[in-house]
């Protein structure tokens, strides 16, 4: 029920490697706690439906109401609903998207982290089946109305606005905004043409590492300075001292994936290595590469030499 990415046979996944078998299929993103999701898994027991959520508590919970009311066709993904919809979704295959009271980021200084950007149309545009379509709804009259331009731009909908569907009002901050009498907005977002420009998945690589000559440090100090990479930026957050060396808890965001990983500098039998902890299964990426790259590249002004480059950034 639960879906993890670095262990899937392919990207993006046959519906069968998911699901176990064929159907619609739907994406919500942002499923909060569940209770639209498993209501909508319920009334439609022959889709699909594929939920991404950022918040690891709500993943929880949306995970323990699912097993307690025996919902067998929701698959949950804790992550970015871009990652999702661009790495576990095949391209033409969704029936459904649809996106209840998503964070409207109503500065301006934050507004390039809205969800419903011009960019995000047109990628989902290359993943809806003909006729599919994205369901807004939201009590933010601002973001709503920056959501019809953004998809008007492209080209590539049909938008119809009316009132929300009575199932969409149901949610945990649906219910709590209706308490509070705000007024709640609603689209439907029909694609009638397709973005030309392909999105293939995330690359992924064999496990980053460097081989340095010297010897390990006695202590590891990093700055907590956000450190370009290839597609992102990387921060080395803590440094924890282990039995064989250091542990570097590492924060990487890239274009739509975010992760946490560690990082290692330890003795080997081959010199000082440097590179991916397997810990929590990282999907390693360019931008992963980077941040071990960045590390030896720290190393190499304590002394170290790098003996053998696996991070592709040319260190030697």
Sequence with gaps: ?????????AWPPALKDLFGREGPLVLEIGFGDGRFTAGLAKEHPDWL??????SAASVLRAYRRMKREGVENVRLYHGE?????????????????IVNFPDPWPKKRHQGRRL???AFFRRLSTRLGEGGALLLTTDHEEYFGFALEEAERTGLYRIEV??????????????????????FFHAVFTKVAEDPTPWPPIRR?????????????????????????????AVFLEVARGKEGFYVLTH???????????????????????????FGSPLI????????????????????????????????
């Design 116 to 118: 419903l950007q011009e």
């Design 49 to 54: 439906v594929l939920g991404a959520e950022v």
């Design 252 to 278: 990487l965001e890239e274009e739509d994936l975010t992760q946490d990983l560690l990082l290692e500098v330890r003795r080997s039998a081959r010199g000082v290595y440097a590179g991916v902890s397997r």
């Design 205 to 233: 690589y064999a496990v980053a590492h460097a081989l340095l000559k010297g010897e390990l440090p006695e202590t590891l100090s990093l700055e907590k300075t956000p450190v370009p990479v290839p597609g992102g930026v």
């Design 81 to 97: 609903g871009p990652f999702a919809l661009r790495n576990l979704v095949p391209p033409g295959s969704l029936h459904r998207v």
């Design 162 to 183: 009316g009132p929300p569907p009575e199932a969409h009002l149901k949610t945990k901050y649906a219910l709590k905004w209706k308490e509070a009498g705000r007024a």
């Design 285 to 316: 990426t360019e931008g992963v590469k980077g941040a071990v790259a960045a590390l030896a590249r720290f190393l190499e002004t304590l002394g170290l030499e790098v003996a053998q480059d696996h991070t592709g950034e040319g260190l030697r």
């Design 1 to 9: 029920m639960l879906v993890c990415p670095a262990l899937l046979p």
